[in-house]
């Protein structure tokens, strides 16, 4: 119930403005959202200041198709400037409502009545809006001519206003779209082609080939496979599940045509087809340059950027009775509604759009590519579905800031003036079209030109000559708007030349603007923003410096102009920057920034200082360090390593000069302030180093580059990687198919006689005792590793293990009587143990570590047996298969054991004590652990003598030695062993991981003397240190010291990767990372295999609690983990050999991986 | 397989296998909101939570790694009507814009403060160098986290 409605009619029919409820509760409508900027709270305000109301009792209700205006998209900072205009009327036609039904109760004019704090007084008495309005239920049209107040009657407007949204934000209360949760809801990921990041092609919807159902049909949870054309999703009970399920599904992909070489932005942009649009042409442009005194032909270029919101993309929607709702966090919902429609070939009347906050996007991210997925996956199943896209969706995905391309040339009149200017602009870029509507083929996947090049194509100076067009393109890959738009590297191409043309001329860059302005309020502006900031006049670069640091100041100007061209002006801005250049490594760091702006009538000063200073971090972060990078088909930044941001130690100092104009209409500050950032960087460069950076972002490596005078290095240093994330899909399917042909037997062909099958033994025909040694020798035998498969039932066996002769799978070892080991008596057990013979007299391969087990105990193995015997039967079949020859033939195996076996139980060692005895027995006999850690012969064999434990490999794992002679900096200690063996990790050493992880679980059944047992033999093994090592802590030192030192683009790309464990600084964190990196002997290896694994595949949480790595396999090319290898070699093992073919290494273990 | 764990000072038992993410349970399961996904490989700090009063990332964290320990996750911390001291330092100096990455500041910046109750500003910008967010905050967080050291050290009185 309401009790006055304030509406227009809109595109569709009427539409609510503001509505009083009886309660007197104030509730304001607008079609535009808050993208994370506190636009809610200043709508809030202009609410609240026409109703004299505390601005905390105004409620918004922002972008809900079914309840907001059509406003249109929520971009260009637009939404002060013109989505509040109706608003704030309706907000004064409530007033005047409110004031006359005063007059009426009160009988006086409304003149003599005062309105304050939502309490009306008048000469009889006071009511509050919920009294006015009892019994009463008035709905009125909008008169756009109601009075509103002027400036000098404000008292919200114009003060700082606390944000509304915070309390509930900081404390958990607040529902982001993704935090709402349906009854009955599932979860849908879904699978995106390798067009990572395309629109345009006849490929698209067009390049899934197959999908493996059965490939998945085990896995739990699973709901739904959906697939229409391109489109691929799985929908499972819970989001884990679904990820899994999606990971493992087995889906063939068409691979798309190349890109052309993105790498090389101005030679791509210059090819590519475009539509040259002219936007101004006055005078005589070729005339003036002829004549010019100087001329300057200049090109600036602009990278692709992602807008990089930090939250994922999310949606939820439910599909019921033929209506559909969406929750959404989108910046646009009747757009949003427009495509759904179409996607689903639904009316739009049938469809609502909630409108949730999410996560600031500063543009078109996957906000509303989610939705299109969302509902189709709600159509599909019939129940409410919640898609969350992965961060490598989002990366992949989300429609680029273009990259751009400004080619200009200008000349300086006879009289110094700039008075020739001939600028064209490059910028592929569209509105981003719903990518559900093009995998599934609802629109057309044709190259689609837009026309948003042109913002702040016109310099904001006089020049008498002057030609300004655009180039309409497609977008190559994906793009779409982002802060700033074209006018950001428009405006670094107009600041940056004018810059280099004052230089020319010899005179100071800010009086040389001043000369060519006409706007005394623009004048103004430069003239404040350059004395505030301590602005220094020169005729040329100053060239400061100081050892290896330049220093220098530049200076520039904007007004960024939004909307179709010719544009609406917003804020204008001006930036004084000063930076520090370090001239050995190139590193620029922006040490102050003064940002002097002009907006207008300000609502909330305070929310528009913190737009302010989120422009300087962000173009900061946009400036020095980002560009997206592309492999030869698709985009290939897929995480915060490979795309990082600025950081807080980035910060530079940063203040503000907001100009007081309460007299002028309030202009867009969303955007205005990142405006003149890149130029006012490149410009202050110039002044400390005399050198000019024409093309962003200005890494260490290009400015180093240009310092030297030599030609730009691409944004990624590396080579881009070739197809690297499908090379791999195609590679596992590959394996899959082989794999049903090459799998090797276990059994060879029988040369021993067979031991009859026998009854399986009564149960409870043993001790509880002997049970429980059973389940002891079990454990340190860690039998459990290899007779359970991947995701498979333990201990049912069909785990591939390979070795260099083949695969073997490893047997089914309950006491199921057909396919495991219930028909097998002591005897056949025993012998299988201790000579390699199985049951039915073939000869088993030695990746059975008989030759370990033959060590163990007649007692020890007779409780083996009877713990086997007790455990639950399982029928399980193990594939068969075949050995490659020569060991697939008869005889072969049993000379192999004359050579290589003694099959003898472990006999004490009479001149050691018991305990390192003890510890022999477990670590020889059951344990087994030289089957790993002990290289092996060209026969397959362990090596003994010195090489006995000497470290071995392991399913592409490192195996480290175990005899004292491993390459890790810090000896192994026999508490060092203890504290490894016991909790999964040591401080010295770092943590168990890939194939050790499940031992160290194992060995939770071992009592502590066990443990101190094997550690006390270990560490007898180790040869005396030849030089006294390091103290641990000189070594974390030295090797933080030089983590944190490293400038080039490996050193960032592990900072933003791996630097939240791996460099903590002084926050202790929860993680797996108990160890400085530069203990871990991977790092020390001879070989990378071990450390890259390790990233492939991250490291399990050790059985004593504690975090796990996670495995960067999804996230980082093969090229990006090369980089990081090699990395943390050079500067944490810096007297050891260089890796080489790290690339190529990491392929090959990517392809292994199981 | 059954896991014991404690959230916001509740105990709770789950049958899911030990290696369930820890955001997941706690967001899905337990219906929180103040740990968020951003990454799923602990580089962005929006999935923060303290277990045992320890910063940890949730996104790596296991279910398993997590049982009988003690989670505290934002709302653990205060409420809107209540909120503990860094979250009222977070709201007096707006430390947000659009928030998403609120969640990881501020938990971040409580379990600093526990460890070394009075840093100051380089501190705490190094402790939150691995904290990351879009909207530029930085500036504003930075005076929130030095706020929140002078109302701690006053609740702490
Ligand atoms: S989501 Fe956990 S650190 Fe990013
Ligand atoms: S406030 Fe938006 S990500 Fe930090």
Redesign the interface.
Same mark, same amino acid.
């Given at each position: 119930m309401t009790a006055l409605t304030i509406w227009r009619t809109g595109k569709a029919g009427p539409e609510t403005l503001l509505e009083i409820d009886p309660a007197g509760t104030v509730t304001g409508f607008n079609g535009h959202v808050d993208l994370g900027t506190g636009i809610r709270t200043a709508l809030g305000q202009i609410v609240a200041e026409e109703l004299d109301l505390p601005p905390a009792r105004v409620r918004m209700v922002l972008g809900d198709t079914a309840r907001t205006p059509d406003q249109g998209p929520t971009i260009a900072s637009e939404t002060i400037q013109f989505a509040a205009v109706p608003l704030r009327a309706a907000a004064a036609q409530a007033r005047a409502i409110l004031l006359a039904l005063a007059a009426a109760r009160f009988g006086c004019p409304p003149g003599a009545l005062t309105l304050r704090d939502g309490v009306v007084t008048g000469g009889a008495g006071t009511a509050d809006f919920a009294a006015l309005l009892a019994n009463q239920s008035i709905r009125a049209e909008l008169d756009p001519a109601a009075r509103v107040k002027t400036p000098a009657e404000y008292r919200t407007v114009g003060r700082s206003s606390p944000r509304v949204d915070l309390p509930g934000k900081a404390t958990g209360t607040w529902t982001y779209v993704h935090d709402v949760r349906l009854p009955g809801m599932l979860h849908g990921h879904v699978l995106r082609p390798p067009y990572a990041g395309r629109d345009s092609g006849p490929f698209i919807g067009h390049s899934l080939l197959a999908v493996d159902e059965a490939s998945v049909a085990h896995l739990p949870g699973l709901v739904a496979i959906v697939r229409i054309r391109d489109f691929l999703a799985v929908v499972a009970e819970r989001e884990g599940q679904a990820r899994t399920i999606a990971e493992a599904l087995k889906v063939r992909w068409a691979l798309p045509p190349e890109l052309p070489d993105l790498g090389n932005i101005a030679g791509t942009l210059r090819d590519l087809p475009a539509t040259k649009r002219m936007l101004t042409d006055r005078g005589d442009v070729e005339a003036a340059l002829s004549r010019a005194k100087v001329q300057l032909a200049r090109s600036y270029s602009w990278p692709w950027q992602m807008h990089g919101s930090i939250g994922p993309s999310c949606a939820v929607a439910r599909f019921e009775g033929g209506r559909l709702e969406i929750w959404s966090g989108t910046q646009n919902p009747h757009m949003l509604r427009g495509d759904i429609a179409r996607l689903m070939e639904m009316p739009e009347e049938a469809i609502d759009i909630h409108r949730h906050e999410a996560a600031g996007c500063y543009g078109r991210n996957c906000a509303d590519d989610v939705c299109g997925d969302a509902a189709l996956l709600a159509r599909a199943v019939g129940r409410p579905v919640r898609v969350q896209l992965t961060r490598e969706q989002e990366h992949l995905w989300e429609p680029k800031g273009a990259a751009q391309l400004m080619d200009v040339r200008g000349g300086l009149g006879e009289d110094g003036r700039f008075d020739a200017y001939d600028f064209e602009t490059r910028y592929p870029s569209n509105r981003g079209p719903n990518l559900a509507l093009l995998l599934t083929g609802a629109i057309a996947p044709s190259p689609q030109p837009s026309d948003m090049g042109d913002r702040t194509a016109i310099p904001p100076y006089r020049i008498e000559n002057l030609r300004v067009a655009v180039h309409d393109m497609a977008p190559i890959v994906r793009a779409s708007w982002f802060r700033g738009v074209s006018a950001l590297p428009n405006t670094f191409a107009h600041e940056s030349f004018i810059d280099e043309l004052a230089a020319e001329a010899g005179e100071d860059p800010v009086a040389f603007r001043l000369r060519h302005i006409d706007d005394a309020r623009t004048a103004e502006l430069i003239r404040r923003t350059a004395e505030e900031g301590g602005w220094q006049p020169r005729s040329g670069p100053r060239l400061h410096g100081e050892g290896d640091f330049a220093f220098g100041q530049g200076f520039a100007y904007a007004t960024y102009v939004h909307g179709t061209f010719p544009g609406v002006a917003a804020a204008q801005a001006a930036w004084m920057a000063e930076v520090a250049v370090n001239r050995r490594t190139g590193e620029v760091s922006l040490t102050k920034v003064l940002v002097g702006q002009d907006s207008g009538l300000m609502i909330n000063p305070d929310g528009v200082r913190h737009q302010l200073h989120g422009n300087v971090v962000q173009s900061l972060s946009r400036t020095l360090t980002e560009a997206v990078t592309f492999d030869a088909i698709s985009v290939a930044d897929q995480d915060w390593g490979a795309y990082p941001l600025a950081r807080f130690e980035d910060l530079p100092e940063v203040r503000s000069v907001l100009i007081e104009r309460p007299e002028e209409p309030p202009l867009g500050v969303g955007e205005s302030a990142s405006v003149p950032s890149a130029a006012a960087i490149a410009n202050a460069i110039f002044d400390a180093t005399g050198v000019r950076m024409r093309e962003l972002p200005f890494t260490p490596e290009r400015v180093r580059a240009a310092l030297a005078g030599a030609p730009m290095p691409r944004a990624l240093a590396a080579p881009p990687p070739r197809r690297r994330r499908f090379a791999r899909m195609a590679a596992t399917l590959a394996a899959g198919i082989a794999g049903g042909l090459m799998a090797g037997a276990v059994a060879f062909p029988a040369l021993r006689a067979e031991i009859p099958r026998s009854a399986p033994p009564a149960a409870g025909l043993w001790s509880a005792e002997t049970l429980a040694r059973g389940r002891q020798v079990f454990a340190a035998g860690d039998c459990a590793a290899c007779h359970t498969a991947e995701g498979g039932v333990p201990l049912t066996g069909g785990r591939a293990i390979e070795t260099p002769f083949g695969t073997v799978h490893s047997t089914n070892l309950t006491p199921d009587p057909e396919t495991g080991l219930g028909a097998w008596s002591y005897p056949a057990f025993a012998r299988a143990m201790r000579e390699g013979i199985s049951r039915d007299g073939h000869h088993l391969y030695p990746a059975f570590p008989y030759t370990a087990f033959a060590r163990i105990t007649e007692d020890d193995m007779q409780a083996l047996y009877a713990y086997i015997q007790s455990l639950p039967p399982v029928r399980a079949e193990v594939p068969p298969g075949r050995m490659i020859a020569p060991v697939n033939l008869r005889g072969t195996m049993a000379a192999w054991n004359a050579l290589f076996h003694t099959a003898t139980p472990f006999t004490p060692d009479p001149a050691q004590g018991a305990v390192w005895n003890r510890g022999a027995y477990l670590v020889e006999g059951a344990g087994h652990c030289a089957s790993c850690h002990s290289p092996r012969n060209a026969l397959g064999a362990e090596r003994t003598g010195a090489a006995h434990l000497a470290g071995g490999t392991v399913g592409g794992w490192t195996a480290p030695a175990l005899n004292g002679t491993g390459p890790g900096p810090l000896a192994w200690t026999e508490a060092d062993l203890y504290d490894y063996l016991r909790d999964g990790r040591s401080n010295r050493h770092g943590a168990a991981a890939g194939p050790m992880a499940p031992v160290i679980a194992a060995l939770a059944e071992l009592p502590d003397s066990d443990i101190r047992a094997m550690a006390t033999y270990l560490a007898s093994l180790a040869p005396a240190p030849a030089a006294p090592e390091p103290t641990a802590e000189t070594l974390a030192a030295t090797a933080q010291e030089a983590l944190e030192t490293a400038t080039d683009p490996a050193a960032r790309l592990f900072t933003a990767a791996c630097g939240s464990c791996h460099m903590p600084g002084p926050l202790r964190l929860a993680s797996a990372a108990t160890v400085p990196l530069a203990f871990s002997s991977t790092v020390h290896a001879e070989r990378p295999d071990g450390l890259i694994h390790a990233i492939l595949e991250g490291v399990p949480a050790t059985p004593g609690g504690g975090a796990s790595m996670p495995g960067f396999a999804p996230a980082l090319s093969d090229a990006r983990i090369a980089e990081i290898a090699g990395f943390l070699r050079r500067t944490l093992a810096p007297g050891k050999a260089e890796w080489t073919g790290l690339t190529e290494t990491v392929a090959r273990a990517r392809a292994t991986r199981h | 397989m059954t896991i014991r764990l404690a959230v916001n000072g509740q105990d709770h038992a789950f049958d899911l296998p030990p290696? +369930?993410?820890l955001l997941?349970v706690l967001r899905?399961d337990l #219906? %929180?909101? #103040?740990p968020?996904? @951003?990454?799923?490989?602990?580089?962005? @700090? /929006?999935c923060s939570v303290l277990? *045992?009063g320890?910063?940890?990332?949730a996104?790596?964290? +296991?279910l398993? /790694?997590?049982? #009988?320990?003690q989670v505290t +996750? =934002?709302?653990g &911390?205060?409420? !809107?009507e209540a909120?503990h001291p860094v979250?009222r330092a977070?709201?007096e100096e707006?430390g947000?814009?659009? @928030?998403?990455? %609120?969640?990881g500041m501020?938990v971040?910046v409580t379990? &600093?403060l526990r *460890?070394?109750p009075a !840093?100051d500003r380089a501190? %705490?910008?190094?402790? =939150?160098?691995?904290? %990351?967010?879009?909207? @530029? +905050?930085? &500036?504003?967080? =930075?005076r929130a986290a030095e706020r929140a050291v002078t109302l701690m050290a006053e609740a702490r009185k």
């Amino acid at each position: 119930m309401t009790a006055l409605t304030i509406w227009r009619t809109g595109k569709a029919g009427p539409e609510t403005l503001l509505e009083i409820d009886p309660a007197g509760t104030v509730t304001g409508f607008n079609g535009h959202v808050d993208l994370g900027t506190g636009i809610r709270t200043a709508l809030g305000q202009i609410v609240a200041e026409e109703l004299d109301l505390p601005p905390a009792r105004v409620r918004m209700v922002l972008g809900d198709t079914a309840r907001t205006p059509d406003q249109g998209p929520t971009i260009a900072s637009e939404t002060i400037q013109f989505a509040a205009v109706p608003l704030r009327a309706a907000a004064a036609q409530a007033r005047a409502i409110l004031l006359a039904l005063a007059a009426a109760r009160f009988g006086c004019p409304p003149g003599a009545l005062t309105l304050r704090d939502g309490v009306v007084t008048g000469g009889a008495g006071t009511a509050d809006f919920a009294a006015l309005l009892a019994n009463q239920s008035i709905r009125a049209e909008l008169d756009p001519a109601a009075r509103v107040k002027t400036p000098a009657e404000y008292r919200t407007v114009g003060r700082s206003s606390p944000r509304v949204d915070l309390p509930g934000k900081a404390t958990g209360t607040w529902t982001y779209v993704h935090d709402v949760r349906l009854p009955g809801m599932l979860h849908g990921h879904v699978l995106r082609p390798p067009y990572a990041g395309r629109d345009s092609g006849p490929f698209i919807g067009h390049s899934l080939l197959a999908v493996d159902e059965a490939s998945v049909a085990h896995l739990p949870g699973l709901v739904a496979i959906v697939r229409i054309r391109d489109f691929l999703a799985v929908v499972a009970e819970r989001e884990g599940q679904a990820r899994t399920i999606a990971e493992a599904l087995k889906v063939r992909w068409a691979l798309p045509p190349e890109l052309p070489d993105l790498g090389n932005i101005a030679g791509t942009l210059r090819d590519l087809p475009a539509t040259k649009r002219m936007l101004t042409d006055r005078g005589d442009v070729e005339a003036a340059l002829s004549r010019a005194k100087v001329q300057l032909a200049r090109s600036y270029s602009w990278p692709w950027q992602m807008h990089g919101s930090i939250g994922p993309s999310c949606a939820v929607a439910r599909f019921e009775g033929g209506r559909l709702e969406i929750w959404s966090g989108t910046q646009n919902p009747h757009m949003l509604r427009g495509d759904i429609a179409r996607l689903m070939e639904m009316p739009e009347e049938a469809i609502d759009i909630h409108r949730h906050e999410a996560a600031g996007c500063y543009g078109r991210n996957c906000a509303d590519d989610v939705c299109g997925d969302a509902a189709l996956l709600a159509r599909a199943v019939g129940r409410p579905v919640r898609v969350q896209l992965t961060r490598e969706q989002e990366h992949l995905w989300e429609p680029k800031g273009a990259a751009q391309l400004m080619d200009v040339r200008g000349g300086l009149g006879e009289d110094g003036r700039f008075d020739a200017y001939d600028f064209e602009t490059r910028y592929p870029s569209n509105r981003g079209p719903n990518l559900a509507l093009l995998l599934t083929g609802a629109i057309a996947p044709s190259p689609q030109p837009s026309d948003m090049g042109d913002r702040t194509a016109i310099p904001p100076y006089r020049i008498e000559n002057l030609r300004v067009a655009v180039h309409d393109m497609a977008p190559i890959v994906r793009a779409s708007w982002f802060r700033g738009v074209s006018a950001l590297p428009n405006t670094f191409a107009h600041e940056s030349f004018i810059d280099e043309l004052a230089a020319e001329a010899g005179e100071d860059p800010v009086a040389f603007r001043l000369r060519h302005i006409d706007d005394a309020r623009t004048a103004e502006l430069i003239r404040r923003t350059a004395e505030e900031g301590g602005w220094q006049p020169r005729s040329g670069p100053r060239l400061h410096g100081e050892g290896d640091f330049a220093f220098g100041q530049g200076f520039a100007y904007a007004t960024y102009v939004h909307g179709t061209f010719p544009g609406v002006a917003a804020a204008q801005a001006a930036w004084m920057a000063e930076v520090a250049v370090n001239r050995r490594t190139g590193e620029v760091s922006l040490t102050k920034v003064l940002v002097g702006q002009d907006s207008g009538l300000m609502i909330n000063p305070d929310g528009v200082r913190h737009q302010l200073h989120g422009n300087v971090v962000q173009s900061l972060s946009r400036t020095l360090t980002e560009a997206v990078t592309f492999d030869a088909i698709s985009v290939a930044d897929q995480d915060w390593g490979a795309y990082p941001l600025a950081r807080f130690e980035d910060l530079p100092e940063v203040r503000s000069v907001l100009i007081e104009r309460p007299e002028e209409p309030p202009l867009g500050v969303g955007e205005s302030a990142s405006v003149p950032s890149a130029a006012a960087i490149a410009n202050a460069i110039f002044d400390a180093t005399g050198v000019r950076m024409r093309e962003l972002p200005f890494t260490p490596e290009r400015v180093r580059a240009a310092l030297a005078g030599a030609p730009m290095p691409r944004a990624l240093a590396a080579p881009p990687p070739r197809r690297r994330r499908f090379a791999r899909m195609a590679a596992t399917l590959a394996a899959g198919i082989a794999g049903g042909l090459m799998a090797g037997a276990v059994a060879f062909p029988a040369l021993r006689a067979e031991i009859p099958r026998s009854a399986p033994p009564a149960a409870g025909l043993w001790s509880a005792e002997t049970l429980a040694r059973g389940r002891q020798v079990f454990a340190a035998g860690d039998c459990a590793a290899c007779h359970t498969a991947e995701g498979g039932v333990p201990l049912t066996g069909g785990r591939a293990i390979e070795t260099p002769f083949g695969t073997v799978h490893s047997t089914n070892l309950t006491p199921d009587p057909e396919t495991g080991l219930g028909a097998w008596s002591y005897p056949a057990f025993a012998r299988a143990m201790r000579e390699g013979i199985s049951r039915d007299g073939h000869h088993l391969y030695p990746a059975f570590p008989y030759t370990a087990f033959a060590r163990i105990t007649e007692d020890d193995m007779q409780a083996l047996y009877a713990y086997i015997q007790s455990l639950p039967p399982v029928r399980a079949e193990v594939p068969p298969g075949r050995m490659i020859a020569p060991v697939n033939l008869r005889g072969t195996m049993a000379a192999w054991n004359a050579l290589f076996h003694t099959a003898t139980p472990f006999t004490p060692d009479p001149a050691q004590g018991a305990v390192w005895n003890r510890g022999a027995y477990l670590v020889e006999g059951a344990g087994h652990c030289a089957s790993c850690h002990s290289p092996r012969n060209a026969l397959g064999a362990e090596r003994t003598g010195a090489a006995h434990l000497a470290g071995g490999t392991v399913g592409g794992w490192t195996a480290p030695a175990l005899n004292g002679t491993g390459p890790g900096p810090l000896a192994w200690t026999e508490a060092d062993l203890y504290d490894y063996l016991r909790d999964g990790r040591s401080n010295r050493h770092g943590a168990a991981a890939g194939p050790m992880a499940p031992v160290i679980a194992a060995l939770a059944e071992l009592p502590d003397s066990d443990i101190r047992a094997m550690a006390t033999y270990l560490a007898s093994l180790a040869p005396a240190p030849a030089a006294p090592e390091p103290t641990a802590e000189t070594l974390a030192a030295t090797a933080q010291e030089a983590l944190e030192t490293a400038t080039d683009p490996a050193a960032r790309l592990f900072t933003a990767a791996c630097g939240s464990c791996h460099m903590p600084g002084p926050l202790r964190l929860a993680s797996a990372a108990t160890v400085p990196l530069a203990f871990s002997s991977t790092v020390h290896a001879e070989r990378p295999d071990g450390l890259i694994h390790a990233i492939l595949e991250g490291v399990p949480a050790t059985p004593g609690g504690g975090a796990s790595m996670p495995g960067f396999a999804p996230a980082l090319s093969d090229a990006r983990i090369a980089e990081i290898a090699g990395f943390l070699r050079r500067t944490l093992a810096p007297g050891k050999a260089e890796w080489t073919g790290l690339t190529e290494t990491v392929a090959r273990a990517r392809a292994t991986r199981h | 397989m059954t896991i014991r764990l404690a959230v916001n000072g509740q105990d709770h038992a789950f049958d899911l296998p030990p290696q +369930t993410s820890l955001l997941e349970v706690l967001r899905n399961d337990l #219906g %929180l909101n #103040g740990p968020k996904y @951003g990454c799923g490989y602990g580089e962005c @700090g /929006a999935c923060s939570v303290l277990v *045992d009063g320890q910063a940890a990332r949730a996104c790596v964290m +296991t279910l398993g /790694a997590v049982a #009988g320990r003690q989670v505290t +996750t =934002l709302e653990g &911390l205060g409420t !809107p009507e209540a909120p503990h001291p860094v979250q009222r330092a977070f709201i007096e100096e707006e430390g947000a814009q659009c @928030g998403y990455c %609120l969640n990881g500041m501020i938990v971040t910046v409580t379990a &600093l403060l526990r *460890d070394t109750p009075a !840093p100051d500003r380089a501190t %705490l910008a190094r402790a =939150l160098r691995h904290n %990351l967010c879009r909207c @530029g +905050t930085h &500036l504003e967080i =930075l005076r929130a986290a030095e706020r929140a050291v002078t109302l701690m050290a006053e609740a702490r009185k």
